[in-house]
């Protein structure tokens, strides 16, 4: 996978994540001509894309569009499923997500982004497994927080 | 869980420009502050993200992210790491300054540090400081905890993508990754060796096996549940292994029969509607047909293929055009099958779906279709507004039309051709557009071609044309780089040696060898060529063999003289003959006459003889000078193009003809450009002198789909522009080449054959009882539905189905004006005390519930029906075996084949001693399914002794619905049952308008499905059912909001998935 990106009906982008490297115009290129793109397509057309030498694969959940950017020989169905099962440990993680707890806590949805896929292939595709390591890192947040306050109170 | 740290985002409204350069400029002064604390950072950093991906510079907090993850605890630490994995790249300078926290954090012994230290090396580091990380990765794969492992694979694949030497020595550590005990760290390995195998397929053969093994395993539910998503077994992993099967078994055939069980298997396990499973699929028919084919397997892709293609569901449609883009070189029948859905998928509204067909018709396109194709293409570009498809497409365009019609008119119009035609289209392809990798690819189609072209045998083209390629060859064939020149040398060196090939056509293969050898070092057929023709009677080869000669002896004069891709080249042109001056002042030393220019010379003639004439000079002065362009220094080396005398310069005999004929050739190119309408009538005309390049004919082939004219009559009118359109489509695609319009049509001709035959030794007034038979068109479609739907639970009398399969028998032959055959009404009283003829089903096998009785297959002699009947213990097959012949026929033997997925109780044989003339004998078989499939094929066949052995073969198709059962029961027991049963499968169905009430639904689900209803309460309804001959699946309904939601329940797992797929076919059928 090239990139990742959510953005939602308006065209705000609300995360990002790029697996190549391009420079900062490039991206910022590439999201506007893809947020456009993507944007005018009607509900009941396909879900894949070509576009430049790439194919994009998108999907909408509620107001947020889902798209990925794949080379040529890869799978797009498989895609769409990747899309969807973060779509899933979102919604697992947030208790039935919507746009804004992303906004509000893009920092998490980047912490399950980069648990579920790596380096821009799938890492660990065990739901439980993923949210073990992100709640592992979250619980040990918490002690610290708690032992933090409580060396405050004293 | 989850704090709400970025709360404090939200008072930016419409995100106005000003806010958030307000927010900038307090986050910069923040962060630089010195008393700003950790905590405080960690809070920037997240706010700074967030601006970066609005769009703004954020670049001054680049180096306090650094800071973070170096100094932070692990809260802070982790949006650190996460800030500089998303702010920077990895050539970034400051990622240098990661490298001493990464050490620091892979050495820690909390987990979670080295977990996020692996994360952020998986995503960025930098090439040059691998080596100081390496052995601490390297030490991780052996960590006791899968997730490290499983992190460091995904760190090593990082590495070998971004430096693979530097991971070189590692190798064994992979191997050892890819047989770890968890899955995860397998599956995390196989990133790698997908790379690796990418990259040199051979290295890693000896892996195969245990691909294949880890495959096998994965497909059949070896690995623990967490892996499955939506209950199918690791996807990913499936997908992965077979991308690198298919790398591994490419052009391999001993790598692939390896191979070929496995995806046997997983074709065969994705039988679910699901996405996952369409993709798994997808994923395995590419795979089977990259690797080396094996004829069986292709068969189940080609089917799987079709079911992509037929999907109501748009994305899957896309892939199944996809799929069939991918194979169609290889079995280009396929696309004659879906050559209707490609039709409509021309028109369909998604560009995206339009563009793929595009594509798919660009790679069948030939000299006969490609006049449509291209048409299509331009309608698309008048629509498109995306550049980049645009470029695409106009490119081929420009290949498939220039070239290919090109190529057409040479044949066509042949040495008649004005010419002016061919010299223009030298001019084109060497001038080019402005774009100079379209040039290019726009020759290397035009040399692509030109080889195929000469590739058939034998195959006799016109002077003109040769010249026109051998042209093309030596200027452009250095651009194909996978074709040896010695093969292009080869062809043309055997031209040159036909006889019927003109001497100015040689000259223009010469010039193309010499050309050709000019950019290759040294060739065996240049020499030989040289020694051949050095000595050759015709005085311009001799000439030319002799430059060849020397120019290849100095092979820098020689690549000087002729520079690549020069033909555009303006050549300064001595027009004065200055360097001549010197010979001709020696001449005129020696006392030779001055020369005096032409018309000097005729005036002085003239004054000498003072008579009148009557000869028009103007004219015999033209013919004078181009007759002298064949001794003069003219000779063709092809690189003259521009003037239309010089190219035809050798044959100046000709050129009277060609003027003459002018007037009978076809006008090809007009001012407008091409000129398609008056070629039907003139290609004609031509047809005959160009047999051999039948093939480039084309568009003059008029009217191809003619032929079936009259079985498409009966279509309606839209359907039949559809099938006009398909037919020039499709043209010269397939072995067949003819054009068959539907799958149908074809059978049916073939079967009016075989009857017709049968016709003869009948006697033709019995027959003709049935030939007014005056059926309209919905008739045939609708029977012929039938005859696929056998399940259809009809239950008709004895004497009305007799004269139903009578008629749809006759239907299929309508509009043939052929007598057809039926078994007679007189053999039918004659033998009426035996079994008549046609079969039927025996009074107490009549009251159960049995599909009607259908035609399996016929021969000369024997013909078998079938007839399915739904008893309570299993699906009993009634075969009824017919002799047609008018003797009896002796030990005919029936035999099932052994099925996969079936299993015949009793025996798979049946002998009947003998089958009288014009009679019926019928055997009965008892089935049951034994492995649930959605639907599968029983073969078998027939033979019997007669002057020869003869074998008669069949195939029925049985349905996961001919074996399941009503389940009677009370609703304690059900709900009983419920509880104890474990495997579920549950999905919500939408349901069309027709069928809103539950009841109605439930109703369908009884009658189409055979489920029995145990009770319905409200909005929620329970049925229960039976795999024979006793596996029970329970199904639990509800509705909501046009919603149905259905629940399985079966201590078999796959039944409820099986069921689920037949639920929803029979909820889209109604």
């Given at each position: 996978m090239q990139f990742m990106l959510l953005f939602s009906r308006?065209?705000?982008?609300r995360l990002q994540k790029w697996y190549v490297p391009l420079s900062d115009k490039e991206k910022k290129k590439i999201t506007r001509e893809l947020v456009q793109t993507v944007l005018a397509r009607k509900p009941k057309m396909c879900s894949f894309l070509e576009w430049r030498d790439l194919k994009i694969v998108y999907k909408r959940y509620a107001s947020l569009y889902f798209c990925c950017a794949i080379e040529d020989q890869d799978n797009e169905l498989i895609t769409l499923e990747i899309i969807h099962r973060y779509v899933e440990l979102l919604d697992k993680y947030f208790g039935s997500v919507c746009e804004l707890d992303i906004i509000f806590n893009f920092e998490k949805a980047y912490f399950i982004l980069d648990e579920f896929l790596l380096g821009g292939e799938v890492q660990e595709t065990s739901k439980k497994n993923v949210l073990k390591a992100i709640e592992q890192a979250d619980l040990l947040q918490e002690v610290i927080l708690r032992s933090v306050l409580r060396s405050l109170n004293v | 869980a989850g704090g709400r740290s970025g709360r404090s985002l939200t008072p930016w409204p419409g995100q106005q420009e000003k806010l958030i350069q307000q927010e900038l400029t307090s986050l910069k002064a923040t962060v630089s502050a010195?008393?700003?604390?950790l905590r405080l950072m960690k809070e920037c950093m997240v706010r700074l993200i967030y601006c970066e991906m609005l769009g703004y510079e954020s670049s001054f907090g680049y180096i306090h992210a650094i800071k973070l993850a170096q100094q932070g605890n692990l809260l802070e630490k982790r949006v650190g790491y996460l800030a500089v994995s998303l702010f920077l790249h990895e050539n970034h300078e400051l990622l240098l300054l990661l490298v001493n926290t990464v050490v620091k954090d892979l050495q820690s012994t909390n987990l979670v540090e080295v977990c996020m230290a692996l994360t952020v090396v998986s995503q960025i580091f930098p090439r040059e400081m691998i080596p100081a990380v390496l052995p601490l990765i390297e030490d991780k794969l052996?960590?006791?905890k899968e997730i490290i492992r499983r992190k460091a694979v995904q760190a090593l694949y990082k590495f070998y993508l971004i430096a693979p030497n530097q991971v070189q020595h590692i190798h064994d550590k992979f191997r050892k990754a890819l047989c770890d005990r968890d899955a995860g760290v397998m599956a995390a390995s196989l990133h790698i060796y997908l790379q690796m195998i990418k990259e040199n397929s051979s290295g890693y053969k000896d892996l195969t096996g245990s691909f294949v093994t880890i495959l096998k395993q994965v497909v059949g539910g070896k690995l623990p549940i967490d892996f499955n998503y939506h209950s199918v077994p690791a996807p990913w992993l499936q997908i992965q292994l077979l991308r690198i099967l298919g790398l591994l078994g490419k052009d391999d055939p001993r790598t692939s029969e390896l191979m070929y069980d496995v995806l046997d298997e997983s074709l065969r396990r994705a039988e679910i509607n699901h996405n996952i499973t369409y993709a798994i699929l997808f994923e395995c028919v590419q795979t089977i047909y990259t690797i080396y084919p094996k004829s069986e397997l292709l068969e189940k892709a080609a089917k799987c293929i079709g079911k992509f293609v037929l999907s109501p569901k748009i994305n899957l449609k896309y892939l199944g055009l996809k799929a069939l883009t991918y194979v169609i070189q290889q079995d280009p029948n396929l696309a004659l099958q879906h050559q209707m859905t490609i039709i409509e998928c021309l028109d369909h509204p998604d560009p995206i779906i339009k563009r793929e067909t595009l594509e798919l018709l660009y790679r069948i396109t030939n000299g006969q279709n490609v006049i449509v194709i291209v048409q299509k293409m331009l309608d698309y570009l008048k629509e498109s507004k995306e550049e980049y498809a645009i470029i695409n497409l106009v490119g081929k365009i420009a290949e498939l039309w220039f070239i290919q019609t090109m190529n057409a008119v040479f044949s066509v119009?042949?040495?008649?051709?004005?010419?002016?035609i061919p010299n223009n289209f030298l001019r084109l392809l060497a001038e080019g557009f402005d774009d100079r990798k379209e040039d290019d690819q726009l020759r290397m189609y035009a040399v692509q071609s030109y080889l195929a072209l000469l590739e058939e045998e034998d195959a006799l083209y016109p002077q003109k044309f040769l010249q026109v390629m051998s042209w093309v060859l030596g200027e452009y064939?250095?651009?194909?780089?996978?074709?040896?020149?010695e093969v292009i040398l080869t062809k043309l060196h055997s031209l040159l040696k036909k006889t019927v090939i003109t001497s100015e056509t040689k000259m223009w293969i010469m010039a193309a060898v010499t050309k050709i050898a000019s950019h290759a070092s040294c060739s065996k057929i240049v020499d030989k060529l040289i020694q051949e023709f050095s000595n050759s009677l015709d005085t311009c080869m001799r000439q030319y063999a002799f430059e060849l000669k020397h120019l290849c002896e100095d092979k820098a004069l020689m690549r000087n003289l002729l520079p690549f891709d020069g033909s555009c080249n303006d050549m300064v042109v001595d027009a004065s003959l200055s360097f001549l001056d010197g010979f001709v002042a020696e001449g005129l030393g020696r006392g030779a006459a001055p020369y005096k220019p032409h018309h000097q010379r005729q005036e002085e003639k003239l004054s000498q003889e003072k008579a009148l004439n009557f000869e028009p000079y103007g004219l015999s002065f033209v013919s004078s000078v181009s007759s002298s362009g064949v001794t003069g220094r003219q000779s063709p080396t092809g690189l003259s193009f521009g003037s239309d005398t010089s190219g035809n310069s050798a044959e100046t005999g000709h050129k009277e003809t060609n003027t003459l004929k002018l007037e009978g050739v076809r006008r090809l190119w007009g001012k407008e450009g091409y000129?398609?309408?008056?070629?039907n009538k003139v290609g004609k005309e031509n047809e005959p002198q160009t047999v051999s390049c039948g093939s480039l004919l084309a568009g003059q082939m008029g009217d191809p789909p003619a032929l079936r004219s009259d079985q498409v009559a009966s279509l309606s009118e839209e359907d039949k522009e559809k099938q006009q359109l398909a037919s020039t489509l499709f043209i010269g695609l397939g072995s067949n080449a003819g054009v068959s319009l539907m799958g149908k049509a074809d059978t049916a001709t073939q079967k009016f054959k075989r009857k017709s035959k049968i016709n003869e030794t009948q006697s033709s007034e019995e027959a003709s009882d049935f030939q007014d038979t005056s059926l309209c068109s919905s008739d045939i479609v609708e029977d012929n539905l039938a005859f696929e739907t056998p399940q259809s639970l009809k239950k008709s009398g004895p004497d009305d189905r007799l004269p139903d399969i009578r008629l749809s028998q006759s239907s299929l032959f309508a509009d043939s004006n052929i007598e057809i055959f039926q078994p007679s009404r007189n053999a039918q009283s004659e033998s009426a005390s035996k079994t008549p003829l046609v079969p039927c089903l025996s009074e107490e096998l009549e009251e159960l519930t049995h599909s009607e009785v259908v035609e399996l297959c016929q021969s000369d002699a024997l013909a078998l029906y079938l007839c399915k009947v739904w008893t309570d213990d299993s699906l009993l097959l009634i075969v009824f075996v017919s002799n047609k012949t008018t003797s009896a026929l002796n030990a005919v033997n029936l035999v099932f084949e052994e099925a996969e997925h079936f299993q015949i109780l009793e025996s798979t044989t049946y002998q009947f001693p003998v089958i009288e003339a014009q009679n019926v004998e019928r055997c009965q078989k008892r089935v049951w399914m034994d492995k649930i499939c959605t639907q599968g094929i029983l073969s078998g066949s027939v033979n019997y002794q007669s002057e020869m052995e003869t074998r008669l073969e069949f195939s029925i198709t049985l349905s996961l619905v001919d074996f399941i059962r009503p389940m009677e029961m009370t609703t304690e027991d059900f709900g009983k049952l419920w509880l104890s049963l474990s495997n579920d499968v549950k999905q919500n169905i939408k349901m069309s308008s027709s069928q809103d009430s539950l009841s109605a639904t439930l109703s369908t689900l009884q009658q189409k499905l055979k489920l029995h209803i145990v009770d319905i309460i409200g909005n929620e309804g329970i049925l229960a059912c039976q795999l024979l001959p006793s596996v029970p699946c329970l199904l639990h309904c509800r509705t909501h909001s046009g919603m149905l939601a259905l629940w399985f329940r079966s201590p078999c797992s796959a039944l409820p998935d099986g069921l689920l797929y037949q639920c929803q076919k029979v909820m889209e059928e109604s």
């Open positions: 308006q065209g705000k982008l | 010195p008393t700003t604390t052996q960590h006791s119009g042949g040495d008649v051709v004005h010419p002016d064939s250095s651009l194909v780089t996978d074709v040896d020149p000129l398609p309408k008056k070629e």
